[in-house]
C-alpha cells in the first residue's frame, strides 16, 4: 500500500523516483527489488514501456 500511494503520487514515476518519495518518509529494507516489482506489475506503465513493432519488408521481385 505504501509503495502504490507513492507510485501514484510521482504520477507512475521509475524506480528510482519512486524510491526517493518513498524515503523522505520510510525506510524499506532492501527497497528497490519490490519497488521495482510493484512498478513492473502496474498496469498503466507496463501499457507506455512497450516496444512499437517493426514493420518487415517482404522480398522484392
Not at 520510510?26 to 501499457?47: A, E, M, N, Q
Not at 512499437?52 to 522484392?60: K, N, T
Amino acid at each position: 500500500l505504501i509503495i502504490s500511494d507513492a507510485h501514484l503520487k510521482t504520477l507512475h514515476g521509475g524506480t528510482q523516483i519512486t524510491l526517493t518519495h518513498l524515503r523522505q518518509n520510510y525506510w524499506i529494507v532492501g527497497g528497490r527489488i519490490p519497488v521495482k516489482s510493484f512498478i513492473l506489475k502496474c498496469i498503466i506503465c507496463t501499457r507506455y514501456r512497450q516496444k512499437r513493432a517493426q514493420q518487415i519488408m517482404g522480398q522484392l521481385p
